[in-house]
């Protein structure tokens, strides 16, 4: 196949910004605002210069952009230790335990910080019934740093009026990188609506020189340089063949503006990955992708077969777990739960039903003896009004569904399904990079560590949130606290190396030809055909990622296989992936949304090969409910308690794997 190149003979050239900074953030979600809220604070001092990039708006950007009901990692009374143990049970028995305890010990900071900026959190009234998050501060209840008892939801959750979660948390980082500005002297530090596309090396072959990225509604590119990175961007969506078809394709649990891009940056440059064949693949109310931690947690609602049996208890099906995944089983973590959950499903079981309003009736019953029948029938109401208010708050188009089918939940259960797999670290999963611990923690192994907290093995490159491995259950707080951890420890890397000055391997007119190639290559050849949509010389973004989304689907174990794969699988789908890679090559987009696209699957496409290769080296199942290995069911403690680690080296196109030591610190 003819190598393509742009010389801007068909498309417009752009406007190139090269844009200089000490610490540069990319990303604008939770841990990116965490990282610019932190780093600002310590870096005005010394007169650094901080910069985000968000390819969105930060005030709506990330995965709390619609809102959340309930923050899931709050530590309060409990102890750190405790919430290590919680991670390592769901996710199986191996997790970064400095990394867990680490983020354990700070997150609580954060949630206060929420609460000051202005975030309704829900408290316990005097009579030890739950208030919302207005009625508390109508009645003057403390906060949560003066003492305030929070409601939980469960062991770790706490809940909040969260339709605003994201913009609050947003106008502080804001807040934040206008001090910078002031600080500094910079006219403009904060970017929105620029798209990162790829690392540029230094030419001293180890560290990040530039990001480079183009605007999604200018003509323009920028290359920013800075002395250390952080990359916070979120995990990667629409790689598996979503079960939502037609116009509901772009309807996902996960927001659909996850793209793998921070696991491609690091890919890049040549980060260490750790665990890549974690997936999640939550179970959410059908079609709707609507959430059910609040109806299984505070309102207690009970998962069943259509029955009416619940499948976590059926013998036949906890004893086969048991049989193939030992102990792990016993804890019925959230993998487990799903396995149970499909085995019911395979037997002609279903649908699964999420029992709503068995789950009302009783709420119902005893709030009318404890409080009376007028009473008691005002604080269901109220309740009922909260249930309604998680979905508008998180995920609208569920409540338009129960509305479009005729269901009401109080009245009629609701079904529930596990959907397409989603590769992310920050929430149930534990999917990204291998990064430095803090270092202080007692019991740390050697090599959990080499100087600064949440460096990747690339010097001067940082990482938050989603694209951190083996360190799940972060959630909204946990990737807060986890960016501005990180970014104090990429300050104190740029004061300990002040006479490092970028100097990337590319131009900037290099930079230039290869981010506008696509609109070179679908200007030079649209005219071939009478519908420039289907063309012999180019591939558009939707074709593009409607063949990465068939392969991971049918070879990598998605959803039309019950989410099982083998090694035969596995290497036939990364033959079909390696043709997928070559064809990115002809890559065509004819305005700058397109072009965001292309770039956006090329990104899934390097995440989803990281997955699949992952999944084939480890020669076990355990993730059982996520994912099966049909040729080794089993989980292999003997000869697989341990990390999966990778470098892929982007020059030659090839992978390194090896093994690395788990090392349990808190028994």
Known sequence: MEKETCTFSYCKKPDVTEVECDLLIMGGGMAGCGAAFEACRWANAKKMTVVMVDKAATDRSGAVAMGLSAINTYVGENKVADYVKYVRNDLMGIIREDLVFDLGRHVDDSVQCFEE??????????????????????AGKKSLKDGGTPVRTGKWQIMINGESYKVVV?????KALETNRAATGMAQNHYERVFIVKAVMDKNGKNVAAAIGFSTRENKIYSFKAKAMLCATAGAVNCFRPRSVGEGMGRTWYPVFCAGSGYAFGMQAGA???LMENRFVPARFKDGYGPVGAWFLFFKAKATDSYGEDYCTNKEYFDDAIARYGDYAKNLGTAIRNHLMMRAMRDGKGPILMQTPSALEIISKNMKEKLGEKEGAKQVKHLEAEAWEDFLDMAIGQASLWAACNIEPDKVASEIMPTEPYLLGSH??????????????PGT???????????TTVPGLFMAGDVVGASGHKFSS??????????KAALAYILDNAGY???????????AAELYLPF?????????????????NYIGPKALQARLMKIADEYFGGCSTWYMTSKTMLEEGLRKLDMLKEDCNKMAAKDLHELLRCFENYHRILSVEAHARHILFREESRYPGYYYRGDFNKIDDANWKCFTNSVYHADSNTWEFKKVPYVQMYP
């Open 478 to 487: 946990g990737s807060h606290a986890e960016g501005r951890m990180a970014a």
């Open 445 to 455: 192994p050697e090599h959990y560590t080499w100087g600064y907290n949440r460096m």
């Open 117 to 138: 900026w202005g975030l309704p959190i829900w408290k316990k009234g005097d009579d030890g019934f739950s208030m919302d998050g207005h009625q508390a501060i109508a």
């Open 520 to 536: 070179e290559i679908y200007e030079k050849y649209k005219t071939y055909t009478t519908d420039p949509v289907i063309n012999p």
């Open 272 to 274: 260490e990955l750790t």
């Open 428 to 441: 149930a999963g534990c999917a990204g990079f291998w990064v430095s611990g803090p270092g202080d923690l």
């Open 501 to 511: 000055k970028p100097d990337p391997k590319l131009t900037l007119d290099e930079i």
């Open 170 to 174: 947003a106008e502080a980082a804001k």
